[in-house]
């Protein structure tokens, strides 16, 4: 996740790292803190990979340089977009950090593979609370906090597929439209 989204702020420009650290903190928000001990690690991997290349940038001061991607960086982020591995869909943070991102790929239609594996996820009944292997709805548990997280995890769910739908230029299924769905994946659960 983190180098994704650092290959995809820096193919928007140059950025210098502490630019870099503010954008992906405030696209990750306090789920997933990025501290400089992952960012710079992060940011010399990919350097030496020979995805991304520091430039001294004189006008900021010494020892202060900007990160670029390389053509081999935009071609990596650019694969990372067109097949996410299944943790970056079924991850609600993750998924955000492609979904920043996926107006690069140049193609509607592999855009829309993305967010078709993202909607076909997210139909999948599920829920945080099971009886053996059934999925419970939150009409089912009688702790109010416990069902306060299905019908949030609920209406999100309902939300981001209603979008999905209208993106990919879909008709709802009736049981969207009627809220006789069963409780579907909610934006914090684990990865699957």
């Known amino acids: 996740m983190l180098e994704l989204a650092i290959l995809g702020f820096l193919a928007e420009g140059p950025l210098p790292g502490h630019e870099l650290r503010r954008r992906i903190s405030q696209l990750t928000g306090y789920t997933r803190p990025v501290s400089d001990g992952s960012l710079y690690p992060a940011i010399n991997r990919l350097t030496r990979a020979g995805l991304i290349e520091r430039r001294s940038d004189p006008a900021a001061g010494a020892a202060r ?87 949030t995890a609920r209406a999100t769910s309902r939300a981001e597929r209603t979008w999905l739908r209208e993106t990919l230029g879909e008709e709802p299924p009736a049981s969207d439209t009627t809220g006789t769905d069963s409780d579907p994946h909610a934006p914090a659960a684990p990865a699957g």
Do not use: C, W
């Not at 900007?66 to 970056?88: F, I, N, W």
């Not at 955000?96 to 997210?122: C, I, K, M, T, W």
């Open 65 to 151: 340089y900007v990160l670029s991607p390389t053509a081999a960086g935009r071609a990596k982020m650019l694969q990372r977009l067109r097949k996410p591995a299944d943790h970056e869909i079924t991850d609600f943070t993750r998924f955000y950090v492609v979904l920043a991102f996926l107006s690069h790929l140049p193609d509607v239609a592999e855009q829309h593979a993305v967010l078709r594996r993202r909607l076909e996820f997210l139909e999948e009944p599920a829920s945080f609370f099971y009886d053996n292997e059934r999925p419970l709805r939150a009409e089912e548990i009688a702790d109010p906090y416990r069902r306060g997280m299905l019908l």
